[in-house]
């Protein structure tokens, strides 16, 4: 690899520019091929900021950065070029060691363990020095290139924590800079370090363990040395460390070398010295014991930390009323509440005048369209379908606003905490808040979240609940229900209410899980919790903003072809006698009184002989006996694609149903043409029955084959039946 | 003794892990080694789960897992 630290060679800028199609193609194939480009790799312990590092190294915002351990999950590439040259980069989930624990670590070890790369970019959190590095020695016995940032700069100042960052090089034997992915601070050095450290060759590490054991390293390097040992590009003292630490893959490549005749019982008669020394045969113990002592020897050295750093402190004391024993539960309750009614609340506020605005621009496009067939294509289907989704952005970005204060300030892992002996009783884990949580945004990523579990049972069982923390998609629905049954001060309630009864379900359901089918042992429950946090403006914005970008970037292209298709499917096959005989009808007739109501007949009749008209009576048998005429049918299969399209088909369908064009909102609608029991029971409905299509995918992947998603359908499905039914039920009875 | 038995604010040396397999290695990971000074913080209600602090790490665990981590109290 050429160095290329200055773009004023003209001939290397040209040379970069020709080879350019092949350094990078990340945007084109979305692969990237990596030619000429160094590939470097994030690796660190969970929430040290390596997500936000990459974001600030990439100039991207592609990382999804949150305060709990376990926000990426998967690895992630981004390419860019800085001092005309590429990187590729790829972010990993965080993992403590490399003896990976749960899935998403699994993900981090192997690539770290057998992919190829040139650097690694160890990033540590300079707050927290001596547990991270137990991670670092583990890196550098990897013998791979490394560049430590210490990150968090900013934080560690205000903490009063100095680090000497020549001594800790020189102690170490490794390239460091101290960064600030936060206030991107020492990012060109960075970069600029990473990428003299590719360019030259491989220097080995400074790390010296306790005597004894150095004292058998140097034994087994002085025999590997006299027999004119070599190995690959290692040292003979890496391969001595590599053996005596019993490093798996050093073994499996030498074991048929003759040498190994001579060298076992060398190394055998060390490795009993150290047992005795140590009093364990536990090698993982050993490497513990050893890599603790490399990193308290470490961080006494090179760390000035006078007290305990405020951030601490101050963490320590609201923690001491957020996990309260008494009040940490009701005190979460009382914020999520708080979180449904804002929703409802301000979310409402706005609504009338977008649907205002929406009911004006479709009289004002309407006007310009003579054709009436394309007018109403246009109007009652277009404008109806994707405004009846629009109308309610503003809740959804309450709603987003709440679940990200709750992912970035820390107070996540605390709700884990809280919970755990709760959630134990029902047979799920602590953790399993952090993807149920997620759910209540998405389930796409909540489904990837639980890979955080370590036990696959518990795994299961939180993903075959997911479903029942009702997604951001389906409070439409809910808004759209409640505000036309429930009076604008209880409106909220009844919100948190659908919310807690269905995670209640969930965790009802999961129980039964557990007992009947998931059966095993309880798995541990360590979990680190992170400092608190104040998440600046720009990480909330962008949270939000994204995902409000995303949910109007589907009403404008997935919503919109639904809303077309419910149209035409519910405007075809013409029955062009039905509409004759009620003409006739029509014209009979003097009075205005029953004019209007044979036209409504006629409208009715139109539409149930529509193709969507005739699935929906098909359907009706099974959903009956819930209260669903064929309307609400259709829509809750609609919405087998996307819960949005429930309400974006409630709104076509109802408003092609009008006979009177006087502006009347589907809210006014619903309130009219159905009955409380019916909105109760299908809001039930909507609550449990399967996720959409792009999540049903995501939980095949996850949950490891898609007879998965034929069970989750089943399960779902009859679970959503048999409690709407009750629900109609007792409804009525009131 | 056990973990379980220091009460909020004290703090205590790690003699020994009782653990095994994954756990073990996890506590390990998380600085749980012997010789490590460790605090219990917080507990909940009925000291189902305990919040401890290992240098500046602060971790939560179940009591069956503080169980597992002998300690001397300093
Ligand atoms: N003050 C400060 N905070 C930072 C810095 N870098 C990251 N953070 C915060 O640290 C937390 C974790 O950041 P992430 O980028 O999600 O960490 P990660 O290492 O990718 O975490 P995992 O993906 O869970 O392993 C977030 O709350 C960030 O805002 C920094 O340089 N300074
Ligand atoms: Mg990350």
Redesign the pocket.
């Known amino acids: 690899m050429a160095g290329c630290n200055s773009c004023e060679d003209v001939e290397l800028q040209n040379r970069v520019k020709e080879k350019k199609e092949n350094y990078c193609t990340f945007e084109n194939s979305g692969k990237p091929t990596g030619l000429g480009a160094i590939k470097v790799v994030m690796a660190?312990?969970?929430?040290?900021?390596?997500?936000?590092?990459i974001n600030a190294l990439s100039g991207t915002n592609k990382?999804?950065?949150?305060?709990?351990?376990?926000?990426?999950v998967d690895s992630l590439e981004v390419c860019f070029e800085h001092h005309c040259h590429k990187f590729d980069l790829i972010?990993l989930?965080?993992t403590y060691s490399l003896e990976a624990f749960s899935q998403e670590e699994i993900v981090a070890k192997d690539f770290l363990l057998n992919e190829d790369y040139d650097v690694i970019i160890n990033?540590v959190d300079s707050t927290n020095l001596e547990r991270n590095l137990l991670l670092t020695t583990e890196l550098l016995e990897l013998n791979k290139k490394v560049v430590v940032a210490l990150?968090?700069?900013?934080?560690a100042r205000s903490d009063g924590i100095d680090i000497d960052l020549a001594q800790f090089k020189k102690l170490l034997g490794v390239d460091a800079v101290i960064?600030?992915?936060?206030?991107k601070e020492g990012i060109d050095e960075l970069l600029d370090t990473v990428h003299t450290v590719a360019d030259n060759a491989r220097e080995p590490n400074n790390l010296v363990y306790s005597d004894f054991l150095e004292e058998e390293i140097i034994k087994v390097e002085k025999f590997l040395s006299e027999r004119g040992f070599s190995y690959k590009d290692l040292t003979n003292r890496e391969v001595a460390i590599a053996l005596l630490l019993k490093n798996e893959k050093v073994y499996k490549q030498i074991h048929e070398n003759p040498i190994m005749v001579e060298l076992f019982p060398l190394i055998q008669d060390a490795l009993e010295h150290i047992y005795t020394h140590l009093e364990t045969k536990d090698i993982n113990e050993i490497k513990a014991i050893e890599h603790n002592g490399i990193a308290r020897g470490v961080v006494l050295e090179v760390v000035n930390q006078k007290a305990q750093p405020k951030s601490l402190s101050l963490t320590q004391k609201i923690d001491s009323v957020l996990v309260h024993k008494l009040f940490g539960l009701p005190i979460f309750l009382l914020f999520m509440w708080l979180l449904f009614q804002a929703t409802f609340e301000f979310g409402n506020l706005p609504m009338e005048y977008i649907d205002s605005a929406i009911g004006a621009f479709g009289d004002f496009i309407g006007g310009f369209i003579s054709n009436d067939d394309i007018r109403s294509l246009v109007v009652d289907g277009i404008i109806s379908g994707v405004g009846a989704v629009l109308l309610f952005l503003p809740n959804i970005i309450i709603l987003y606003i709440g679940i990200a204060l709750l992912e970035?300030t820390?107070y996540m892992s605390r709700v884990a905490f809280l919970l755990d002996g709760f959630f134990h009783k029902f047979g799920l884990h602590g953790k399993s808040f952090i993807p149920l949580v997620t759910g209540f945004g998405c389930s796409v990523p909540a489904y990837m979240a639980a890979r955080t579990l370590k036990s696959e049972k518990d795994r299961l069982i939180t993903l075959f609940i997911i479903g029942f923390m009702s997604c951001g998609a389906r409070l439409p629905i809910y808004v759209l229900f409640t505000g036309a049954f429930f009076s604008q001060s209880v409106a909220g309630n009844v919100l948190f209410l659908i919310y807690v009864s269905g995670a209640i379900f969930g965790l009802i359901m999961a129980k039964l899980l557990r007992v009947l089918v998931f059966r095993s042992k309880d798995e541990p429950f360590v979990m680190e919790m992170?400092k608190y946090?104040l998440?600046?403006f720009k990480?909330i914005w962008h949270t939000v903003y994204s995902n409000a970008k995303g949910y109007i970037k589907k009403a404008g292209t997935f919503i919109l072809l639904a809303s077309m298709f419910v149209w035409f499917a519910s405007n075809y096959p013409k029955n062009s006698n039905l509409e004759l005989t009620y003409q006739s009808k029509i014209e009979k007739t003097d009075s205005s009184e029953e004019k209007k109501s044979l036209a409504l007949e006629l409208k009715q009749k139109e539409l149930e002989q529509s193709y969507l008209g005739q699935i929906g009576k098909a359907t009706e048998p099974f959903f009956a006996p819930l209260g669903f005429d064929w309307r609400l049918s259709v829509a809750l299969e609609a919405g087998l694609a996307a819960k949005e399209v429930v309400v974006s088909t409630l709104g076509v369908l109802y408003s092609i149903g009008e006979v009177d064009e006087s502006s009347h909102s589907l809210k006014e609608i619903i309130a009219k043409e159905l009955t409380l029991p019916v909105a109760v029971s299908f809001i039930v409905f909507v609550m449990l029955y399967l996720p959409c299509f792009a999540a049903s995918m995501v939980f095949a992947k996850e949950s490891g084959g898609f007879k998965y998603v034929v069970y989750l359908f089943v399960f779902t499905t009859t679970a959503a039946w048999v409690m709407s039914f009750i629900a109609y039920r007792v409804t009525l009875l009131l | 003794m056990e973990l379980t038995k220091l009460s909020k604010g004290q703090k205590g040396v790690v003699k020994g892990l009782k653990a095994s397999g994954a756990l073990k290695q996890r506590l390990f990971s998380l600085g749980i080694v012997r010789g490590a000074t460790i605090e219990v913080v917080d507990c909940s209600l009925s000291k189902a789960t305990i919040e401890v602090k290992i240098g500046n790490t602060l971790v939560a665990l179940r009591d069956s897992e503080a169980k597992d981590i002998e300690v001397e109290a300093q």
């Not at chain 1, 660190?44 to 590092?53: A, E, F, I, T, W």
């Not at chain 1, 960064?179 to 206030?183: D, G, T």
């Open positions: 660190g312990q969970p929430n040290v900021g390596k997500s936000m590092l990382g999804k950065v949150g305060n709990f351990s376990g926000v990426t972010d989930p965080g990033v990150n968090m700069a900013d934080e960064v600030s992915a936060k206030n970035t820390g992170p946090r998440p600046s990480l």
